[in-house]
T-cell receptor
Framework: SQQGEEDPQALSIQEGENATMNCSYK?????LQWYRQNSGRGLVHLIL?????REKHSGRLRVTLDTSKKSSSLLITASRAADTASYFC?????????????FGTGTRLKVLA | NAGVTQTPKFQVLKTGQSMTLQCAQD?????MYWYRQDPGMGLRLIYY???????DKGEVPNGYNVSRLNKREFSLRLESAAPSQTSVYFC???????????FGPGTRLTVL
């Protein structure tokens, strides 16, 4: 079963607006990552937030994590057409010291020029 | 550096045929992974290899086998393809002790 669930499933905004997408998960985590996938391409890592962190920034990206609610949000500020992509959260699943991740179903973001 | 490469990019099989998807990374990463991506399902882990010489099942291993040929290469084999295995397959790798995964461009497989 999926560990992470993103919402909304799809989001359409105008260039320059902010885009917010959310991720909820089911079990305790050590960290949570966000990835971007452009159409027809592999996933690209955006940002990682650890369970003892509440907020993290990287350029126009802001990620928050609320472990009590088992949720995270990704905010993209001043969006550009090039931000059009699918965004996935991934939560860690660790056994025998191996790093494995479970990915959510993704949010499809469309930024209109 | 090419990063993670996958071959082929596209493949069409008939039910019952076999094939091997190839993956190679040139980043000296210890861990490698195979995922499948289906519409509306996100990515699901098929198999992974924490280090050279070891492989373990992921979420959806049935119908697949893997080989970690050496540190660089991790192949995925479908012995008898089924239409349910129609999907996009991604290989990924990560360095020892880190969480960031680097993905290949994917193989789009159709089983008729």
């Amino acid at each position: 079963s999926q560990q992470g669930e993103e919402d909304p499933q799809a989001l359409s905004i105008q260039e320059g607006e902010n885009a917010t997408m959310n991720c909820s998960y089911k079990t305790s985590i050590n960290n949570l990552q966000w990835y971007r996938q452009n159409s027809g391409r592999g996933l690209v890592h955006l940002i990682l937030i650890r369970s003892n962190e509440r907020e993290k920034h990287s350029g126009r990206l802001r990620v928050t994590l609320d472990t009590s609610k088992k949720s995270s949000s990704l905010l993209i500020t001043a969006s550009r057409a090039a931000d059009t992509a699918s965004y996935f959260c991934a939560t860690d699943w660790r056994t025998s010291g191996t790093y494995k991740y479970i990915f959510g179903t993704g949010t499809r973001l469309k930024v209109l020029a | 550096n090419a990063g993670v490469t996958q071959t082929p990019k596209f493949q069409v099989l008939k039910t019952g045929q076999s094939m091997t998807l190839q993956c190679a990374q040139d980043m000296n990463h210890n861990s490698m992974y195979w995922y499948r991506q289906d519409p509306g399902m996100g990515l699901r882990l098929i198999y992974y290899s924490a280090s050279e010489g070891t492989t373990d099942k992921g979420e959806v291993p049935n119908g697949y086998n893997v080989s970690r040929l050496n540190k660089r290469e991790f192949s995925l084999r479908l012995e008898s393809a089924a239409p349910s295995q129609t999907s996009v397959y991604f290989c990924a790798s990560s360095a020892l002790g880190t969480d960031t995964q680097y993905f290949g461009p994917g193989t789009r497989l159709t089983v008729l």
